[in-house]
């Protein structure tokens, strides 16, 4: 049985940091591809990053948020800094099996998916 639990949420000032993880328990990291999305109130599940042999950034994070994993605790992160109020959503991890091929960046690429957590940048 697949899990992906999130964690690191919070709120922040605008130019602060946070680190999420997301622990999976069910697969091998170095197996899937791993990615993060967003939820904000009334928009759409967007894409913000996905780690498979290298790593894929949506254009409004690029050069903002970090990827990486530790394949010993079977775990990927977040690591975002110079946060912006519209960085404020609900942070998703998600999984698909292979690390093959082009990027996926649409939610129905994702079999797995994490609860969630809150992240809430304030100006």
């Known amino acids: 049985q697949v899990q992906l639990v999130e964690s690191g949420g919070g709120l922040v000032q605008a130019g602060g940091s946070l680190r999420l993880s997301c622990a999976a328990s069910g697969l091998t990291i170095g197996s899937y591809g791993m990615a993060w999305f967003r939820q904000a109130p009334g928009k759409e599940r967007e894409f913000v990053g996905l780690i498979t042999w290298r790593e894929y950034y949506s254009d409004s994070v690029e050069g903002r948020f970090t990827i990486s994993r530790d394949n010993a605790k079977n775990t990927i992160y977040l690591q975002m800094i110079s946060l912006k109020p519209e960085d404020t959503a609900v942070y998703y991890c998600?999984?698909?099996?292979?690390?093959?091929?082009?990027?996926?960046?649409?939610?129905?690429?994702?079999?797995?998916w994490g609860q969630g957590t809150q992240v809430t940048v304030s100006s």
């Open positions: 998600a999984a698909r099996p292979g690390v093959s091929g082009s990027a996926k960046r649409t939610r129905y690429d994702y079999a797995y």
